[in-house]
């Protein structure tokens, strides 16, 4: 990917040049009226030149920039798609432009990633958050593939999810935007998933553990973003990764009795293995479970977490009803940790225990959170996220107020490389930032338009280590030797560079 920070090079400028070939190239055989439908009221002109279009990526492109260079070349088909399907060739582009896509995927090319990484971006990740229609259309001409990520869209709702050309071979998939209908469907055709990350419910996910549950082989689970998910239903997904229910092939009767006597039982949950429970059917390790993460979770919720003794990630939202954290201080292999909407005494809690193992620590907008609680916890991290809507929620030392202590001689956290921080107040967020002096990688969501800040930062002033700053949400700088290359992404989707010396 450093390939990408060098924009002027030969290879860079073919790519761009290429992207706007393939806007124009979608352009005329969707809109050129010389194109009529066939007798079967399809049209037929595309096909050889999308044909040629594909094998001229296969033979061009190298394999070893193909994922680089495909989400790149995505994204100027994305951008023409979505100008063309709300004109007057609507259906056209519905029939045409999937193939288009279709074409431009290096064949090298399994893991299609249509989310950015806002907690860990990089450069190319400004690149793959595109409108996901067509790539929904896309998806069932589509084979092998293994890691399928889409982001949000507007339009998916007369879209089904279609996974038959990779129904064998797919082993991670996300999504922002999520049906019912399209998660019976993955259940039922993608059995060797064991990454699964479902965002918001569009619709009542009522039968969630039905279908979760057949995912056999599920090692990473991420409901936080579901905050409609009805509690029972999370109980019983937490139960089965716990190795306490099987899958949903059981009587209901069954399962309720199962349900009662794992209520009945949750305090001593950490005492025994889960599978002891039930010791009638096969049941799943609680080891296999790497990574989780849901909302709402209750004290049953938590202390089930506790028992995925591998448990190296954890996420958890909305934690408003439980009466305390401290099961999770067993986790003893965790090294990521994320806290949304909740309230600092509840981390207070884990981080007493377990907050000198952890590598990454993620807070969002936990009220009350003690900034030198952390610093003085949490001496092994190297990540950090501080997101903060209200500044009045992190609560800094009194001097933060006097800019002048923004200068002491020892930063708060030596440790820490990557920092992303979202403060509104200038002070406040001048003073988080005095306390990193060698971040390698800073991500600024909220800038407040500060000038003086941006430039102290690309001069690297105060952080003489910086290799990349991530400015607001369109603004990517990257440092080599002397040289700053700021990358700015407008909304019509054009990219200009510029060269900045330091």
């Known amino acids: 990917m450093v390939i990408f920070a060098y924009p002027d090079t030969l290879f860079n400028m073919s790519v ?18 010389i194109y009529q ?37 995505i994204r100027f088909v ?47 990740d400004y690149y793959k958050e595109v409108e996901s229609e067509l790539i929904y259309r896309t998806l069932p001409l589509l ?15 007369n879209v089904p999810l279609e996974v038959e050309g990779f129904r064998n071979t797919l082993e991670e998939f996300s999504c922002r935007e999520f049906w019912e209908r399209d998660l019976a469907v993955l259940a039922h055709k993608c059995k060797l998933v064991t990454r699964l990350d479902i965002g918001v419910s569009i619709d009542y996910l009522s039968k969630a553990f039905c279908y979760i549950s057949r995912f056999k082989y599920l090692e990473e689970l991420n409901l936080s973003r579901m905050r409609n998910l009805p509690e029972n239903e999370l109980q019983r997904i937490l139960l089965w990764l716990a190795g306490v229910l099987p899958a949903d092939e059981e009587s209901p009767e069954k399962t309720e009795d199962i349900l009662a006597h794992s209520a ?9 293995s889960a599978a002891e429970s039930s010791p009638t059917f096969p049941a799943r390790c609680p080891g296999l479970v790497k990574s989780f993460g849901c909302s709402n979770a209750i ?13 190296t990630s954890l996420v958890l939202s909305n934690v408003s009803r439980v009466r305390t954290l401290a099961p999770l201080s067993h986790l003893k292999m965790l090294k990521n940790f994320t806290l949304i909407r909740t309230a600092f005494v509840f981390a207070q809690e884990v ?20 900034f030198s609680f952390i610093s003085h916890h949490c001496c092994s991290l190297e990540c950090l996220h501080l997101h903060f809507s209200y500044s009045y929620k992190l609560i800094l030392p009194p001097n933060y107020l006097n800019p002048q202590s923004h200068s002491l001689p020892f930063p708060d956290f ?15 967020r001048n003073y988080v930032l005095s306390r990193f002096r060698n971040l390698k990688k800073l991500s600024l969501v909220s800038t407040g338009g500060d000038v003086l800040l941006l430039e102290s930062l690309v001069q690297r002033r105060m952080m003489t280590r910086l290799e990349e700053l991530y400015w607001g949400y369109d603004t990517v700088i990257l440092f080599s030797g002397s040289t700053a290359t700021k990358t700015v992404f407008h909304l019509g989707g054009q990219v200009t560079v510029q060269h900045i010396r330091t």
């Open 414 to 428: 030596p440790h820490v490389v990557a920092l992303q921080l979202y403060l509104t107040e200038d002070l406040a």
């Open 264 to 272: 009945s039982s949750s305090q001593d949950s950490g005492k025994a």
């Open 351 to 370: 981080l007493k225990s377990i907050g000198n193992q952890l590598i990454c620590l993620k807070l969002i907008d936990v009220w009350n959170t003690d």
């Open 143 to 157: 084979k092998d593939l293994i890691t399928v990520r889409l982001g949000k869209s507007f339009r998916i709702i």
């Open 37 to 73: 439908r066939g007798p079967d009221g399809k049209y037929h002109h595309y096909q050889e030149p999308c044909s040629r279009l594909a094998d001229y990526i296969s033979r061009h492109v190298p394999p070893f920039y193909a994922s680089e260079v495909t989400q790149r070349l």
């Open 16 to 33: 761009e040049a290429l992207g706007d070939y393939l806007s124009y190239f979608m352009k005329c055989l969707i809109t050129d009226t």
């Open 78 to 124: 994305v951008i023409r798609y979505v100008i063309l399907i709300n004109g007057a060739f609507r259906s056209a582009c519905e029939e045409i432009a999937p193939y288009v896509l279709k074409a431009v995927i290096h064949p090298s090319v399994k893991r299609l990633v249509f989310i950015r990484d806002s907690s860990h971006p990089t450069l190319l």
């Open 299 to 311: 004290d049953p919720h938590v202390n089930l977490i506790s028992q995925f003794y591998n448990l």
